[in-house]
């Protein structure tokens, strides 16, 4: 024999369905924030260690040649990259600016640069890094 009333129907009633949808969302509110300042945190980390990989396998070139490479293509064809980073920022491989040496240095790339826009959650300019 079921236990309970034969004429009561089992599920959820609004109110409770509505407390429970009200709890989510509040819960959402407080997570969501916190999710998209992680993703921008880290897309910033990714392009500091990018540009710092990029530097250090130029001083690298420089050391062994003698000379500036002629564009961060070379860079990773001679291995002192493993490849052209994708600008987390832009989500290029193109956007990246090339500084190119005074004279009388030899070369096309001295130094790299993001060429997103904007600032970092620091204030600064990514340009800037």
């Given at each position: ?5 034969p004429?009561k ?17 509040l819960?959402?509110?407080?997570a969501?924030?916190?999710?998209f ?6 897309k ?5 260690h990018?540009?710092n990989?990029m ?7 420089y050391a ?10 070379e ?8 490849k ?12 990246w600016i090339?500084?190119?040496p ?5 070369g ?7 060429g ?7 204030g600064t300019?990514f340009?800037t890094?």
């Amino acid at each position: 024999m079921l236990s309970g009333s034969p004429n009561k129907k089992q599920g959820f009633t609004l109110v409770e369905l509505l407390v429970v949808l009200s709890i989510l969302a509040l819960l959402l509110t407080l997570a969501v924030p916190r999710y998209f300042k992680s993703i921008e945190r880290a897309k910033e980390a990714t392009l500091k260690h990018d540009l710092n990989s990029m530097r250090d396998g130029i001083d690298k070139y420089y050391a062994d040649h003698g000379k500036y490479p002629e564009s961060l293509e070379e860079l990773s064809k001679q291995k002192y990259i493993n490849k052209l980073p994708i600008d987390p920022i832009t989500e290029s491989t193109s956007t990246w600016i090339i500084i190119p040496p005074e004279p009388p240095l030899e070369g096309e790339v001295y130094d790299v640069q993001s060429g997103a826009t904007g600032t970092a959650q620091d204030g600064t300019k990514f340009s800037t890094w």
